[in-house]
């Protein structure tokens, strides 16, 4: 899982992108214009993992992964009703993501300067929102400007359902983002999805709006249009604490600036929440692991998962639900009070269940 973090130069991207990694990539008031990503891979903070591994003391412990992709490159314009332009090089990278995290700059500080002169979050989102519909509108036109070519053939041409298909589909969408309104809120349907996946389109991807409130104490009254989700953090605050090594340090700066809670936790939680995304747990003295999968994955794709001999040679699952297992503290409890299950290929897994694959090749 690949999330690219993105949003107008000074708004806050490589700090946000250090709070969540422990990185030190450099933060300095950043002019626009140069092409650069920051990546970093970390891992995904659960409890439940460290609870299962405190009763199997396991010789590893492997927690859920998820990489961040920190993307400048995105500058203002001199065109004020566009605002901000994407390079095909920075389109490119945002492409390459699951999923986004827009930060949006709201805060004050004269010597950061605002690329667009004046702190505006509802203007920034839609600017942004307005380039990635743009950057779609030129693929979906393209395309069936060579479609149209191309169907003019006539049947003989060995794809002309699948082409009419797509360019029935292209020609529902055009209006929609020509209206500068992203494709995350056309509805398609599965297929459909399936046929327009090779165009990475940008303003489909599912999308995280993060409100830089800079050192403000509390959250503004910020919100973003109602298909985006929205969260507010103290970027600046959060990478310093994120960047300390010795933990009494940590609690000493988080009680200070009254913290209850790192954002880091929060925002990937809500990264899964993007898309649609869970874990599942295997556990022995070997190893106490969670696997990422999509949500109402079966049991035999989580099986594909761990080792594709077990999904080929799949015979049952072995099911207990991570609440119930702490409940009971042990397989054996659980199985005495009727919460250890065996179950078949298209069990739909849960989020924490602890699985045992059986299989046999």
Known sequence: ???????????????????????????????????????????????????????????????????????????????????????????????????????????DDTNVPHPLETVDPARDIDMLEAELALSDLSKIENRLEKLTGMLK??????????????????????????????????????????????????????MLVIFNLGDEDSAPDLTGPSSLQTTSVRARLEMDIAQLDDEDDRAMFMQEYNITELSMGRIIQQSYDLLKRMVFFTVGEDEVRAWEINREA?????????????????????VVSYDNFMTFGSNAAAKSAGKYRLEGKTYIVQDGDILMIRFNV
Do not use: W
Not at 154 to 173: A, S, W
Not at 300 to 316: K, P, Q, T, Y
């Open 298 to 318: 079966i049991a035999v794709e989580c099986a594909g998962a761990i080792h594709s001999d077990l999904a080929r040679g799949f015979i049952r699952a072995e």
């Open 153 to 206: 053939r006539g049947k003989v041409v060995p794809t002309f359902e699948d082409d009419k298909k797509e360019q029935d589909i292209l020609r529902r969408l055009k209006p929609h983002v020509e209206s500068g309104q992203p494709l995350r809120e056309f509805e398609l349907t599965e297929d459909e999805q399936k046929r327009l996946r090779g165009f990475q389109f940008l303003s489909a991807k599912p």
């Open 1 to 107: 899982m690949r999330i690219g973090i993105i949003g107008l130069p000074n708004s806050g991207k490589t700090t946000l992108f250090n709070a969540l990694t422990g990185g030190e990539a450099p933060t300095a008031t950043y002019s626009g214009g140069t092409f650069q990503v920051n990546t970093a891979i970390v891992s995904v903070p659960d409890e439940r993992v460290e609870d299962l591994a405190d009763i199997y003391n396991p010789q590893k412990i492997t927690h859920a992964k998820v990489e961040y992709a920190d993307i400048a490159g995105l500058s203002g314009t001199d065109d004020k009703e566009r605002g901000v332009s994407l390079s095909g090089e920075l389109m490119n990278a945002i492409a390459n993501n699951d999923a986004l995290l827009h930060v949006v700059r709201a805060f």
